[in-house]
T-cell receptor, first 113, second 114 residues
Framework: EAGVAQSPRYKIIEKRQSVAFWCNPISGHATLYWYQQILGQGPKLLIQFQNNGVVDDSQLPKDRFSAERLKGVDSTLKIQPAKLEDSAVYLC???????????FGSGTRLTVV | AQSVTQLDSQVPVFEEAPVELRCNYSSSVSVYLFWYVQYPNQGLQLLLKYLSGSTLVESINGFEAEFNKSQTSFHLRKPSVHISDTAEYFCAVTRMDSSYKLIFGSGTRLLVRP
């Protein structure tokens, strides 16, 4: 089966600009996660979707981050405006119906200068 | 709340030597435990997991981990490492009664030298 697709692989932007990341989960996977991995740290959950509904967004900085999963398939994560501390790898993962079979994408590496 | 501590940020080891990567967790409820591996410029790959049953779990590439409830540990071991095992290893937990949100440790970089 195809894996979790993410784009772009790399992005460099200036602070205060906006950026968007895209994720296409494995076909049929109802649950989708966005994690933020800052250099030297473990990944941290930003938001979890079950189909097109949000299950957990308690650690999403809602003043600048937003995410959507229209039609319960693809998802986009947006940052507006970006700050230097947003430099990180943004990982998308999916699983069938909240079980434990996570599959991670390769991530988008964001550098804010 | 749950937390995961990986005591070693980097572990250098010679090829064919044994290795242990340490992981301790804290939780007031029962958890599932995982080890993920991340090769350079790649996403996370599940290495092994403990859900229930035997406390010793194994991966297909020779790693094993043992769940120790009394010591709240889930250390990862391999009796003989290869150069190709060089990677970042993350320990993670999730509550059994949750939406399976993973809580990760800060990672241990395994550096295998010839």
């Amino acid at each position: 089966e195809a894996g979790v697709a993410q784009s772009p692989r790399y992005k460099i932007i200036e602070k205060r600009q906006s950026v968007a990341f895209w994720c296409n989960p494995i076909s049929g996977h109802a649950t989708l996660y966005w994690y933020q991995q800052i250099l030297g740290q473990g990944p941290k959950l930003l938001i979890q979707f079950q189909n097109n509904g949000v299950v957990d967004d308690s650690q999403l900085p809602k003043d600048r981050f937003s995410a959507e999963r229209l039609k319960g398939v693809d998802s986009t994560l947006k940052i507006q405006p970006a700050k230097l501390e947003d430099s990180a790898v943004y990982l998308c993962a999916s699983s069938p119906d909240q079980n434990l079979g996570y599959t991670f994408g390769s991530g988008t590496r964001l550098t804010v200068v | 709340a749950q937390s995961v501590t990986q005591l070693d940020s980097q572990v250098p080891v010679f090829e064919e030597a044994p290795v242990e990567l340490r992981c301790n967790y804290s939780s007031s409820v029962s958890v599932y435990l995982f080890w993920y591996v991340q090769y350079p410029n790649q996403g996370l790959q599940l290495l092994l997991k403990y859900l229930s049953g035997s406390t010793l779990v194994e991966s297909i590439n020779g790693f094993e981990a043992e769940f120790n409830k009394s010591q709240t540990s889930f250390h990862l071991r391999k009796p003989s490492v290869h150069i190709s095992d060089t990677a970042e290893y993350f320990c993670a937990v999730t509550r059994m009664d949750s939406s399976y949100k993973l809580i990760f440790g800060s990672g241990t970089r395994l550096l295998v030298r010839p």
